[in-house]
């Protein structure tokens, strides 16, 4: 889904239309509220890079990296043998590493969505779940009854977070 699909489904979730105007009205809001989504499901479904990097006996500094690192998941040699490490301020210490080539896995950062055409870098089943969100964070603020309605929402979010095999979001208006 693209997030202006994503924004879409958001306003059907509320009942509101799914017009220009409507997208114009809500769209800064419910983006604010789904890349918090974003942001909370890139935990459970990291995004990982995978780069082939030199070390100078057995040293790779964080600067020799092209994205911010989070995590590092794995470090092989050429043998595809895994090595163990040591991650210091500076960068990661490979034990008894040498003056060669390892193929590095780690996590990277989550871009938050900007444009209307952006697609979350998530599995696809989940991106129901981000508009599940933004409509609980958005019918949370209004009254009783919204908020009695957004409960449903906000557990089929929680679902995707907490199983990772529920496809939330699959009827767009539960209402």
């Given at each position: 889904?693209?997030t202006?699909?994503?924004?879409?489904?958001?306003?059907?979730?509320?009942?509101?239309?799914?017009?220009?105007?409507?997208?114009d009205?809500?769209?800064?809001?419910?983006?604010?509220?789904?890349?918090?989504?974003?942001?909370?499901?890139?935990?459970?479904?990291?995004?990982?890079?995978?780069?082939?990097?030199?070390?100078?006996?057995?040293?790779?500094?964080?600067?020799?990296?092209?994205?911010?690192?989070?995590?590092?998941?794995?470090?092989?040699?050429?043998?595809?043998?895994?090595?163990?490490?040591?991650?210091?301020?500076?960068?990661?210490?490979?034990?008894?590493?040498?003056?060669?080539?390892?193929?590095?896995?780690?996590?990277?950062?989550?871009?938050?969505?900007?444009?209307?055409?952006?697609?979350?870098?998530?599995?696809?089943?989940?991106?129901?779940?981000?508009?599940?969100?933004?409509?609980?964070?958005?019918?949370?603020?209004?009254?009783?009854?919204?908020?009695?309605?957004?409960?449903?929402?906000?557990?089929?979010?929680?679902?995707?977070?907490?199983?990772?095999?529920?496809?939330?979001?699959?009827i767009?208006?539960?209402?």
């Open positions: 889904m693209t202006l699909e994503i924004i879409k489904t958001t306003l059907s979730n509320m009942g509101e239309d799914t017009d220009s105007a409507s997208v009205e809500f769209s800064k809001d419910i983006l604010l509220y789904v890349n918090d989504a974003v942001r909370m499901l890139s935990l459970k479904y990291p995004v990982v890079t995978e780069a082939a990097m030199e070390s100078v006996n057995g040293f790779i500094p964080f600067t020799d990296f092209s994205k911010k690192v989070i995590k590092i998941l794995c470090i092989c040699n050429h043998e595809e043998r895994k090595m163990f490490f040591e991650i210091r301020t500076e960068g990661i210490y490979i034990k008894g590493g040498k003056d060669e080539e390892y193929r590095i896995s780690y996590t990277t950062p989550v871009k938050p969505l900007t444009s209307l055409s952006d697609v979350p870098k998530l599995p696809r089943y989940t991106h129901n779940a981000l508009a599940d969100y933004a409509t609980y964070r958005m019918l949370i603020r209004g009254g009783g009854e919204s908020q009695g309605k957004s409960q449903a929402y906000y557990a089929d979010f929680m679902a995707v977070c907490n199983e990772g095999n529920v496809a939330a979001g699959s767009i208006n539960k209402y």
